[in-house]
């Protein structure tokens, strides 16, 4: 059974998609073991705090500076000294420490095609507003191992998803969770938990 730490910062709803194919076994050999959050306010703890998961919130602003809370991430998840971490919406520069410890074992669902509208500075609404700005007609998802850069790590699975001419950031950012990214991060989890073959070397 592969034991899954999950990383949230917001409203969660990849974290939901995560509970919900386990629940419904199309994520198999799998269980959460802990979420965790920056954020307190974090609608994800509740999500998982209401199917009966451990959740803990571990926020900058508890420290007097980033390698304090850098130092309490990683006592966090040394607790729970999980197989898999999930980064699922966590919008927190990783520690390099956690990396190091952890790295082959982490993975990141990031919403758009990458190379396209990632790295530094592109997160949430952000990527969309950016895939509108530049007038793509196919945008998607991707999730991917977390290496040492910036959504630079070996990529596992994308699922493409169409521009619509009316979209807003809101509407794009909608469709992309519902066709790729709530679809191809429990699929993800799923082929690693069932050692099926997922790239780790890169290209
Ligand atoms: C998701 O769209 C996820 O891909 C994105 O944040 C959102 C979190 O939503 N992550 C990134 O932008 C990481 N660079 P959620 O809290 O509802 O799952």
Not at 12 to 37: F, H, P
Not at 156 to 161: C, E, G, M, P
């Given at each position: 059974?592969?034991?899954?730490?999950?990383?949230?910062?917001?409203?969660?709803?990849?974290?939901?998609?995560?509970?919900?194919?386990?629940?419904?076994?199309?994520?198999?050999?799998?269980?959460?073991?802990?979420?965790?959050?920056n954020?307190?306010?974090?609608?994800?703890?509740?999500?998982?705090?209401?199917?009966?998961?451990?959740?803990?919130?571990v926020s900058p602003k508890d420290f007097e500076n980033r390698e304090l809370f850098n130092e309490a991430f990683l006592a966090c998840?040394?607790?729970?000294?999980?197989?898999?971490?999930?980064?699922?919406?966590?919008?927190v520069?990783?520690p390099?420490?956690?990396?190091?410890?952890?790295?082959?074992?982490?993975?990141?669902?990031?919403?758009?095609?990458?190379?396209?509208?990632?790295?530094?500075?592109?997160?949430?609404?952000?990527?969309?507003?950016?895939?509108?700005?530049?007038?793509?007609?196919?945008?998607?998802?991707?999730?991917?191992?977390?290496?040492?850069?910036?959504?630079?790590?070996?990529?596992?699975?994308?699922?493409?998803?169409?521009?619509?001419?009316?979209?807003?950031?809101?509407?794009?950012?909608?469709?992309?969770?519902?066709?790729?990214?709530?679809?191809?991060?429990?699929?993800?989890?799923?082929?690693?938990?069932?050692?099926?073959?997922?790239?780790?070397?890169?290209?």
């Amino acid at each position: 059974m592969l034991r899954i730490c999950v990383c949230v910062s917001g409203g969660g709803t990849n974290l939901q998609a995560i509970m919900d194919a386990i629940d419904a076994g199309t994520i198999t050999n799998a269980e959460i073991v802990q979420v965790i959050s920056n954020n307190k306010n974090a609608f994800a703890l509740e999500r998982a705090r209401n199917k009966g998961i451990a959740a803990k919130a571990v926020s900058p602003k508890d420290f007097e500076n980033r390698e304090l809370f850098n130092e309490a991430f990683l006592a966090c998840l040394d607790a729970v000294n999980p197989d898999l971490i999930v980064l699922a919406g966590f919008l927190v520069v990783i520690p390099p420490a956690m990396i190091e410890k952890y790295e082959g074992r982490i993975i990141n669902i990031h919403p758009s095609l990458i190379p396209s509208f990632c790295g530094k500075g592109f997160y949430g609404l952000k990527v969309h507003e950016a895939a509108l700005a530049r007038g793509v007609k196919v945008t998607g998802a991707t999730v991917h191992f977390v290496d040492a850069g910036t959504d630079t790590g070996p990529i596992i699975l994308q699922k493409a998803v169409e521009v619509l001419p009316d979209d807003t950031p809101q509407t794009l950012q909608r469709r992309v969770m519902e066709q790729a990214e709530w679809q191809i991060l429990p699929q993800a989890i799923d082929m690693i938990a069932n050692g099926k073959k997922v790239e780790k070397e890169g290209v």
